[in-house]
């Protein structure tokens, strides 16, 4: 997914890219309720956002308590 994010593509006369940071977890392991599962999601997308953008970020605790 990465690499077909990283081409540059055409819409028209625009030249575009896209980029993408991905956060997330793994059940049953980092949390039990997909109302958890979301939030340590979230908080890993954040926390990989603040790192610096294009990363690939699980929710470890660090993760969490960077994002909040």
Known sequence: LRAALDEPFRIDALHCSVGMTVGYV?????ARTPAELLRLADA???????????RVQR???TAVAAAA
Do not use: H, M, N, S
Request: glycine content about 22%; aromatic content about 0%.
């Open 59 to 61: 929710a470890t605790g």
């Open 26 to 30: 793994l059940a049953p392991a980092d």
């Open 44 to 54: 890993a997308l954040i926390a990989g956002k603040r790192e610096g953008k294009g």
